[in-house]
C-alpha cells in the first residue's frame, strides 16, 4: 500500500516512541542487526548504537525515502520481508508495528528463519488478537454504508486482514519454524492520538487509506463522522480520541 510518510512522522510518530522500549531487549555488541519494517527509521538510528551494521527495510519507498533523509548514514532497503536475501547470518531481526501488514505468516516466519544464524534473534511487536477491535468493527459499518450510498457494492475490507494472532498462536508458528520462544506476551495499551478531534480522522487516513481510497472525500468524511458518533462513548476521553490497541511484544531464538 501507498503510505503518507509524513502524516506518519507528524502525526503517528507514538508507533515509534511505545517501540523504544522494545530495543532494550537486544543485547548490545552485535554485528548486524535486520530493522524489519523500518518505517520512516525512527528506531533503526538507536539501533545503530547496539550493533556494527544495521539494515532497515521495508516494502514502502516513501518510508524508505523518508528513512534515507532522517539517517543517510545508515544502509535502507525497499524490500518484502519475505524476500530477504540473507542466510543465517543476521544477529537479530527488530520490528516494531510492522508485522501484522504481512499477508503470508508461514513465508515470513520461514524467511525470518532462514535469515537469522543459529542463536539469532527475533524481537518484535505487533497487533495481538483483538487489537484495534473497537476501531476496526465501527470502521467496517461505517465504510459498508458509504459504499451503498455510493451505488458501489459491499467489500471484503483491506482493514479486514492484519494479522493479529494471540500468544499462544504466534509462539506455536515460531516453534515449528525452529525458534525457542522466551517472551510472548499480549497486552492492552491505550494509545491517545494526536490532534484533538481530528486524531481519529487522521488515524484513519493513514491505516485505513487502502479501503478509503475507493471512496470520494465527501463519503470519506462520512466515515469518519460516523465512526466518531460510534465510538465517543468509549474511545473519547473528553480532549483526545484513544484507539484500543493490544499488542504482542515477542523474543525468540533461533536454533
Ligand atoms: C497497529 O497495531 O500498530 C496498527 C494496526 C493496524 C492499523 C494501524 C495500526
Given at each position: 500500500m501507498?503510505w ?11 508507533v ?6 522494545l ?6 555488541r ?12 525512527a ?10 551494521r ?12 523518508q ?9 535502507f532497503?525497499?524490500?518484502d ?15 516494531n ?31 495481538a ?5 473497537r476501531?476496526r ?7 459498508q454504508?458509504?459504499?451503498g ?44 492520538l494526536?490532534?484533538?478531534?481530528e ?9 485505513f ?5 475507493c471512496?470520494?472525500p ?33 523474543v525468540?531464538?533461533k536454533h
Amino acid at each position: 500500500m501507498d503510505w503518507d510518510a509524513q502524516l506518519y512522522d507528524k502525526s503517528h510518530d507514538f508507533v515509534a516512541a511505545y517501540g523504544g522500549s522494545l530495543l532494550g531487549l537486544l543485547p548490545d555488541r552485535l554485528d548486524f542487526v535486520v530493522d524489519l519494517g523500518c518505517g520512516t527509521g525512527a528506531l533503526t538510528g538507536p539501533l545503530t548504537a547496539k550493533a556494527t551494521r544495521v539494515v532497515g527495510i521495508d516494502a514502502s519507498p516513501d518510508m524508505i525515502a523518508q528513512a534515507r533523509l532522517r539517517l543517510p548514514q545508515v544502509e535502507f532497503l525497499v524490500m518484502d520481508a519475505c524476500e530477504m536475501p540473507w542466510n543465517g547470518c543476521v544477529d537479530a531481526l527488530f520490528s516494531n508495528a510492522a508485522l501484522h501488514w504481512i499477508e503470508d505468516q508461514e513465508r515470513l516466519t520461514a524467511t525470518m528463519a532462514r535469515v537469522l544464524r543459529p542463536g539469532g534473534m527475533l524481537v518484535c511487536e505487533f497487533g495481538a488478537r483483538g487489537n484495534i477491535g473497537r476501531l476496526r468493527a465501527a470502521f467496517a459499518e461505517a465504510f459498508q454504508t458509504a459504499l451503498g450510498s455510493e451505488g458501489l457494492g459491499p467489500a471484503y475490507l483491506n482493514s479486514e486482514r492484519f494479522y493479529f494472532p494471540s500468544a499462544d498462536e504466534y509462539a506455536a508458528r515460531l516453534a515449528r519454524h525452529g525458534f525457542s520462544v522466551r517472551l510472548a506476551e499480549e497486552y492492552d495499551r491505550p494509545t491517545p492520538l494526536k490532534g484533538g478531534k481530528e486524531g481519529l480522522a487522521r488515524w484513519m487516513s493513514q491505516f485505513f487509506a487502502q479501503d478509503l481510497d475507493c471512496l470520494p472525500p465527501a463519503a470519506q468524511e462520512n466515515v469518519f463522522s460516523a465512526v466518531a458518533d460510534a465510538l465517543r462513548a468509549s474511545l473519547w476521553d473528553g480532549g483526545q480520541w484513544i484507539a484500543d490497541y493490544r499488542r504482542l511484544r515477542v523474543v525468540a531464538v533461533k536454533h
